[in-house]
């Protein structure tokens, strides 16, 4: 069954701490991209990717940082110089730029 | 600046009216437009799409859209109100390769 895949569903980090959030494809498609939802905000994008090993930030990347050193991968790192990361965040692929995103379940991340 | 705008955070409809959500954009001659769909904690599942062509589109779970160039407006319809249809839609626009949304529209469902 193709999709995307995000895990985990909920992330819990503390003051200081890395954590990265996982996003996989098998929809073979070269674009990726990584959005950040907050209530009454809609969706930000924080970083995207048209191809593998290339990435471009979006209009809120400080405070994260993402790799894409496989087709079907593109993982989030939320990292500790970013203050407010309490959000849902949305992994999303499409065929190619200026095309269709689909878009995974999504990762529920909160600061203990 | 590229901005999709969704006037209506919130509407509230009853099962069996009909539906018309808002959106407005405002960048491109021809551009390319979404609406998609979100359940509490999921993800987004794409509704319809304009890229060129007719003016009205028909989407998934009896939903359409219509494109008024005159009114930089892309407007999301649908006839008979069904309870699941519960959730918050968002409008979005590519621009250049990133996709620009709306800050969405929650709609509720009376019985």
């Known amino acids: 069954d193709g999709g995307i895949t995000q895990s985990p569903k909920y992330l819990f980090r503390k003051e200081g701490q890395n954590v990265t959030l996982s996003c996989e494809q098998n929809?073979?498609?070269?674009?990726m991209y990584w959005y950040r939802q907050d209530p009454g905000q809609g969706l930000r994008l924080i970083y995207y990717?048209?191809?593998?090993?290339?990435?471009q930030k979006g209009d809120i990347a400080e405070g994260y940082s993402v790799s894409r050193e496989k087709k079907e991968s593109f993982p989030l790192t939320v990292t500790s110089a970013q203050k407010n990361p309490t959000a849902f965040y949305l992994c999303?692929?499409?065929?190619?730029?200026?095309?269709?995103?689909?878009f995974g379940a999504g990762t529920r991340l909160s600061v203990l | 600046a590229q901005s999709v705008t969704q006037p209506d955070i919130h509407i509230t409809v009853s099962e069996g009216a009909s539906l018309e959500l808002r959106c407005n954009y405002s960048y491109g001659a021809t551009p390319y437009l979404f609406w998609y769909v979100q359940s509490p904690g999921q993800g987004l599942q794409l509704l319809l799409k304009y890229f060129s062509g007719d003016t009205l589109v028909q989407g998934i779970k009896g939903f359409e859209a219509e494109f008024k160039r005159s009114q930089s407006s892309f407007n999301l319809r649908k006839p008979s109100v069904h309870w699941s249809d519960a959730a918050e839609y968002f409008c979005?626009?590519?621009?250049?390769?990133?996709?620009?949304f709306g800050a969405g529209t929650i709609l509720r469902v009376k019985s």
């Open positions: 999303a692929s499409s065929i190619q730029g200026r095309d269709i995103q689909y």
């Open positions: 990717s048209q191809i593998v090993n290339d990435f």
């Open positions: 929809l073979n498609h070269d674009a």
């Open positions: 979005a626009q590519i621009y250049g390769n990133k996709l620009v």
